[in-house]
Structures are given as C-alpha cells and as structure tokens.
C-alpha cells in the first residue's frame, strides 16, 4: 500500500511561488508514476503533472505548461511541484498521485491513479 503525503501548500500573491513536495512511503517507488492533480471549488479534479520513475516521461496540463516544473528524488522517495508566475486561477487543493507501472507509462486521467494524499490548499490571492 502506497501512502503519500504533500506539504508546502499556502497563500501567496498573484506573480509569487511555491513548492510543493510530495513524501511516498510503501509500494516500489520504482515502479511508480507520480503525479499532481488539483481541484478548485465546484470543479472536477484538474490534471496538473506527471513524471516516472526515470524522468523520460513527463507530462504537464496545458493550464500549468511553462509556469509549473515537476520533478522526484527516487533517493528521498519524494516528488516536487514548482510552481511560478502563479495566477488566481491556479487556487485549488493540490493531490499527489501516484501509480504503479513497470513500463512507466504515464497517465493524465485521474480515474488510472490508485493512491492519492490528501491534499494541500494553495491560495493566490489577487
């Protein structure tokens, strides 16, 4: 069982930046494709990014493309989420995702991802 654990969510100004990281424990960090998805009120869960194992596979959604940079640290079991020139927009909770492929296929449909944390608030207030 894979247990995910974000942190570094907060309020910052339009313009401003933050870094979200994403500790995993359990599973075979491996095999595992990470991921970020958010959800904004009254919304459905947003694609954000994901990236394997290797770091060859790595998708962003067209909303963060150019701002956001994700990258992992297979050494710590740990994932980030960069996240610049942010915009009001961009308010949501922030999930990390997570699963498992030995072939490292990424995915950007929320329903492929078995494992989720529970969520960081990040606010950019105008």
């Known amino acids: 069982q894979v247990q995910l654990e974000e942190s570094g969510g907060g309020l910052v100004q339009t313009g401003g930046s933050l870094r979200l990281s994403c500790a995993a424990s359990g599973g075979t960090f491996s095999s595992l494709v990470l991921g970020w998805f958010r959800q904004a009120p009254g919304q459905d869960r947003e694609f954000v990014a994901a990236?394997?194992?290797?770091?060859?596979?790595?998708y962003y959604g067209d909303s963060v493309k150019g701002r956001f940079t994700m990258s992992r640290d297979n050494a710590k079991n740990s994932a980030y989420l960069q996240m610049n020139s942010l915009k009001p927009e961009d308010t949501a909770v922030y999930y990390c995702?997570?699963?498992?492929?030995?072939?490292?296929?990424?995915?950007?449909?929320?329903?492929?991802?078995?494992?989720w944390g529970q969520g960081t608030q990040v606010t950019v207030s105008s």
């Open positions: 990236l394997n194992w290797s770091g060859e596979n790595l």
């Open positions: 995702v997570a699963r498992q492929s030995r072939s490292g296929r990424v995915a950007m449909t929320k329903e492929l991802y078995d494992y």
